[in-house]
């Protein structure tokens, strides 16, 4: 017996959603971002204030948006996708140096051993949700091997997830290989999605819809380096802060929105990529990854139990480093130089948070659970309130 009627329903819905996505991989920078509503922050952001200001460095999504109604385990809803991030757009299979940091760690990030252990990244980085960690990974070896851009004839990829199962039919493992391979083939240099796009695109965080959201500080330093953060972010309730202003906790407490019970406890994820195309260390991204925490926590984000809290760096500096001979000659910046690094981390880190919440959509998912975006009014009325509002 052939599929049902329903079945195909999704299918085309999926692959609708997933052709007029990369049709127009521009669609989510047509709405406004936090520095667009008059959100003020500190730091100044290179052209595209994204991970992509940082040269080389590629971002592609795939998003699946299909169905309404009842959870049907595997027919739907489904509200997923996948974001791959490639360091070396132009070279995918020149390992860079990189180091990762578990804030908390009720997650997964792949691979992190081996960065750990070795002091390389060596291929793409994914985030996806919670049960396609498995998926996402194979895929990635398949597409390196097909691509002839695996390393050492092996591939230990880093994918990390955070969990979308309350908009989600999660356990109807909706992604897929080919939704991985397109996100990968069609990242790009310029301006990234961001929202309800890709991994994110059924994230909730700080009482609100979440998702993906990037930023970036550039000019840094005597060479004028480049820090970009790319979030996938999925953490905390209801007590967003924004230009250190409690707006969460505002909005509900004035009863603008109704949250909902999600929205409760705290619990979530948050997975966070940066990048620099300054000649860092392995030890130095390290410390660089640590200080993507203090951004979460100028967000209101507490890091508690429930959440999976896992962050990496690289350095798209010293190329060639990995290849196989006896010796490699690298640069790198020193401990005088590294403290405009770390305060660059921590201001693009909470930028791209709120251009999560800003970018944002109310999504209704399975069994009608529906989570709220941040309304750009109030933002901006509370911000007004508290002369935090940049005319």
């Not at 999605?193 to 991994?199: L, Q, S």
Request: with cysteine.
């Amino acid at each position: 017996m052939g599929p049902s009627i329903s079945r195909l329903f999704f299918r085309f819905t999926i692959l609708f959603v997933l052709s007029s996505l990369l049709a127009s991989p521009a669609i989510a920078q047509e709405k406004p971002r936090a520095r667009d509503l008059g959100v003020p922050f500190d730091g100044v952001p290179g052209p595209l204030n994204a991970i992509t200001d940082v040269a080389g460095v590629r971002v592609g999504h795939t998003t699946l948006i299909a169905g309404e109604g009842p959870l049907r385990v595997g027919e739907g809803p489904v509200r997923t996708g996948v974001t791959a991030i490639l360091p070396r757009g132009d070279d995918p299979g020149d390992p860079v140096f990189a180091g990762w940091f578990a804030l908390n760690g009720n997650g997964e990030m792949t691979g992190t051993t081996w960065v750990e252990e070795s002091g390389f990244l060596e291929g793409p980085i994914a985030i996806t949700n919670t049960h396609s960690v498995g998926v996402v990974r194979d895929s990635i070896i398949a597409w390196q091997v097909e691509n002839g851009t695996t390393f050492q004839n092996f591939s230990l990829p880093v994918v990390g997830e955070t969990y979308d199962g309350a908009l989600n039919d999660i356990n109807g493992f909706h992604v897929k290989a080919e939704h991985v391979v397109s996100a990968l083939d069609t990242a790009s240099s310029g301006p990234v999605p961001e929202g309800n796009v890709g991994g994110g695109t059924a994230m909730r965080c700080l009482g609100f819809k979440c998702g993906i959201g990037t930023s970036s500080r550039s000019g840094l330093g005597t060479d004028n380096y480049t820090v970009g953060v790319l979030v996938q972010a999925n953490f905390g309730a209801g007590v967003a802060t924004i230009a250190g202003v409690p707006v969460g906790r505002i909005i509900r407490e004035e009863g603008d929105i109704a949250l909902g019970e999600m929205e409760e406890g705290g619990r979530g994820s948050i997975i966070i990529v940066v990048a620099t195309d300054a000649p860092l260390l392995p030890h130095q991204l390290k410390r660089i990854a640590r200080r993507a925490s203090l951004g979460v926590a100028r967000t209101g984000g507490i890091s508690s139990n429930g959440s999976g809290d896992i962050f990496i760096a690289f350095s798209t500096a010293n190329p060639g480093a990995a290849r196989g001979r006896p010796t490699a000659d690298v640069s790198f910046v020193s401990n005088f130089e590294i403290s405009r690094l770390f305060v660059a981390t921590v201001e693009a880190t909470e930028e791209a948070i709120i251009n999560a919440l800003v970018a944002a959509e109310t999504m209704v998912g399975r069994d009608g659970n529906r989570s709220e975006a941040l309304p750009h009014d109030r933002l901006q009325d509370i911000l007004r309130r508290y002369n935090r509002l940049v005319n």
